[in-house]
């Protein structure tokens, strides 16, 4: 470890401070005697290991993270009047947190399952967070049906294992996943490391400029290392011998000085391209094709330095997409809609009300005016200062102009489905990806879809499944028919 350790100066003491006189023996009724409940020391210490871990993340719960910086590299005060990108060569402080989602705290970094790439920017304006995968669509297209997504990803209430029925069965009866499935399954699906595969903020966003124009935008954070991937093979034996492959790899390559770097590029819609584009440009489950909106680049981001703390600061990290700044806001996607809620809830729940005073969750260049006041491990920072508005004492007040523009909304309320476009559908983009691999990669989907499916208890299920590919690509289902039925003899 290369990295210079935190050395504190003096005794060791309780946690109120005081001196301890020995931490090698508990104090006893004379020698070999019962322990005695005044050893406030021991009883400190089992109570604070009896509470040391806080509950994991539901999803994302393994990860490794970093900080580093951000720099533009282009104009784009045309688009948005976010100060961290008001102009080239500004740099703005980052933290990013990599994860898988479907494994629990202590599972393998090798295996299939997307990527978390959770960026927060320690901008002049506040926290920005940018919450996306390694992947640039997502199984489903409406956040009402996360919860059932994950659980079948996650153990199952019976047998306590990741059942293929359960997964299988969801994916089938959604047939949205298709095109998500197909990038799992192929060669990106298991990333050799953090460092060797892209980033994406997957959902669409809102960017606005002074004059008040409205853009729509993807993020794309594009790898300097090159993508690499590994077989699974590889992972299966890599997960085996080390299941800290990704993270100790990335801490490794930071302390090396080989610093990782991403090339940051944005698609850019106008916003009146919206309404009459061929699909709905907001739907998670797809992307926007290069040719109709190529990908500008905007900027550099670089990972130069290791948390000292994992729990402090990779695990006590908080993001959540709701976090914007000027210029920079939602769109209509439901998915998005849905986490805007969502993640900022399971902070308050899983690390505490008052998350965002942890070092790594705190705005770094403007402090943080509220009056939201107490609660578990309030650290007084307000002091005596009122804790409402309008005051008469000086306090925070409003600013009056909105972070994001605002859009026009029409119709009934009901459970609606997304606006039809002319182009919608669930499988066109599952079969573009399918064809546009060489058929080595080809080989190694099928084989991968097939080992995966060949588990299913029900014959309905798998044929379900199969239909779904068989719909993106006639020739993409007939070879997974055929590896399925080869596995299931």
């Given at each position: 470890?290369?990295?210079?350790?935190?050395?504190?100066?003096?005794?060791?003491?309780?946690?109120a401070?005081?001196?301890v006189?020995?931490?090698?023996?508990?104090?006893?009724?004379?020698?070999?005697?019962?322990?005695?409940?005044?050893?406030?020391?021991?009883?400190?210490?089992l109570?604070?290991?009896?509470?040391?871990?806080?509950?994991?993340?539901?999803?994302?719960?393994?990860?490794?993270?970093?900080?580093?910086?951000?720099?533009?590299?282009?104009?784009?005060?045309?688009?948005?009047?976010?100060?961290?990108?008001?102009?080239?060569?500004?740099?703005?402080?980052?933290?990013?947190?990599?994860?898988?989602?479907?494994?629990?705290?202590?599972?393998?970094?090798?295996?299939?399952?997307?990527?978390?790439?959770?960026?927060k920017?320690?901008?002049?304006?506040?926290?920005?967070?940018?919450?996306?995968?390694?992947?640039?669509?997502?199984?489903?297209?409406d956040?009402?049906?996360?919860?059932?997504f994950?659980?079948?990803?996650?153990?199952?209430?019976?047998?306590?294992?990741?059942?293929?029925?359960?997964?299988?069965?969801?994916?089938?009866?959604?047939?949205?996943?298709?095109?998500?499935?197909?990038?799992?399954?192929?060669?990106?699906?298991?990333?050799?490391?953090?460092?060797?595969?892209?980033?994406?903020?997957?959902?669409?966003?809102?960017?606005?400029?002074?004059?008040?124009?409205?853009?729509?935008v993807?993020?794309?954070?594009?790898?300097?290392?090159?993508?690499?991937?590994?077989?699974?093979?590889?992972?299966?034996?890599?997960?085996g011998?080390?299941?800290?492959?990704?993270?100790?790899?990335?801490?490794?390559?930071?302390?090396?000085?080989?610093?990782?770097?991403?090339?940051?590029?944005?698609?850019?819609?106008?916003?009146?391209?919206?309404a009459?584009?061929?699909?709905?440009?907001?739907?998670?489950?797809?992307?926007?094709?290069?040719?109709?909106?190529?990908?500008?680049?905007?900027g550099?981001l670089?990972?130069?330095?290791?948390?000292?703390?994992?729990?402090?600061?990779?695990e006590?990290?908080?993001?959540?997409?709701?976090?914007?700044?000027?210029?920079?806001?939602?769109?209509?996607?439901?998915?998005?809609?849905?986490?805007?809620?969502?993640?900022?809830?399971?902070?308050?729940?899983?690390?505490?009300?008052?998350?965002?005073?942890?070092?790594?969750?705190?705005?770094?260049?403007?402090?943080?005016?509220?009056?939201?006041?107490?609660g578990?491990?309030?650290?007084?920072?307000?002091?005596?200062?009122?804790?409402?508005?309008?005051?008469?004492?000086?306090?925070?007040?409003?600013?009056g102009?909105?972070?994001?523009?605002?859009?026009?909304?029409?119709?009934?309320?009901?459970?609606?489905?997304?606006?039809?476009h002319?182009?919608?559908?669930?499988?066109?983009?599952?079969?573009?990806?399918?064809?546009?691999?060489?058929?080595?990669?080809?080989?190694?989907?099928?084989?991968?879809?097939?080992?995966?499916?060949?588990?299913?208890?029900?014959?309905?299920?798998?044929?379900r499944?199969?239909?779904n590919?068989?719909?993106?690509?006639?020739?993409?289902?007939?070879?997974?028919?055929?590896?399925?039925?080869?596995?299931?003899g």
């Amino acid at each position: 470890m290369t990295q210079e350790a935190h050395v504190t100066q003096g005794p060791l003491t309780t946690e109120a401070g005081a001196p301890v006189a020995d931490n090698q023996n508990s104090e006893t009724a004379g020698v070999g005697g019962p322990v005695l409940v005044q050893d406030q020391l021991l009883l400190e210490k089992l109570a604070h290991f009896n509470r040391e871990r806080i509950p994991e993340r539901v999803v994302h719960a393994r990860g490794a993270g970093a900080y580093g910086t951000f720099t533009v590299t282009a104009d784009v005060t045309p688009y948005t009047r976010a100060a961290f990108l008001s102009e080239a060569g500004k740099e703005t402080e980052v933290f990013l947190r990599f994860s898988t989602v479907a494994g629990n705290l202590g599972a393998a970094d090798a295996v299939r399952d997307p990527r978390g790439f959770a960026l927060k920017f320690y901008t002049e304006e506040g926290n920005y967070d940018l919450v996306g995968n390694n992947t640039p669509v997502f199984f489903i297209r409406d956040a009402i049906k996360f919860p059932d997504f994950i659980h079948t990803q996650k153990r199952d209430p019976y047998s306590g294992s990741q059942e293929a029925d359960n997964v299988w069965d969801f994916w089938g009866l959604s047939p949205e996943s298709t095109h998500q499935v197909t990038w799992l399954f192929g060669d990106r699906g298991i990333p050799a490391s953090y460092r060797h595969m892209n980033g994406y903020g997957s959902h669409t966003y809102q960017w606005s400029n002074e004059a008040g124009e409205v853009f729509w935008v993807k993020y794309h954070f594009k790898t300097d290392q090159g993508i690499k991937n590994l077989t699974q093979a590889e992972a299966t034996r890599i997960a085996g011998e080390d299941p800290d492959s990704h993270q100790r790899d990335l801490r490794q390559a930071i302390e090396r000085g080989e610093f990782p770097s991403w090339t940051v590029q944005v698609q850019i819609m106008p916003a009146a391209d919206a309404a009459t584009y061929r699909f709905n440009p907001f739907d998670l489950t797809k992307v926007w094709p290069h040719e109709d909106y190529p990908p500008i680049e905007i900027g550099k981001l670089e990972l130069n330095r290791n948390p000292r703390n994992i729990f402090a600061e990779v695990e006590q990290s908080i993001f959540s997409p709701a976090h914007f700044v000027p210029g920079i806001g939602p769109s209509p996607d439901k998915m998005l809609q849905g986490r805007l809620f969502a993640y900022g809830d399971a902070h308050r729940y899983r690390v505490g009300i008052n998350a965002d005073h942890l070092p790594v969750n705190r705005p770094h260049a403007t402090e943080a005016r509220t009056n939201s006041r107490d609660g578990f491990l309030y650290d007084g920072r307000h002091g005596g200062a009122k804790n409402y508005e309008p005051n008469s004492f000086g306090g925070p007040q409003q600013t009056g102009r909105p972070l994001w523009q605002s859009t026009s909304v029409d119709g009934r309320t009901g459970g609606h489905t997304t606006p039809v476009h002319a182009e919608d559908d669930d499988f066109v983009q599952a079969g573009n990806l399918y064809r546009l691999m060489p058929e080595e990669e080809k080989e190694r989907l099928v084989a991968g879809l097939a080992g995966a499916i060949a588990p299913v208890s029900r014959e309905d299920i798998v044929e379900r499944a199969i239909g779904n590919f068989r719909k993106a690509d006639a020739d993409f289902g007939k070879r997974l028919e055929a590896a399925v039925q080869a596995l299931r003899g």
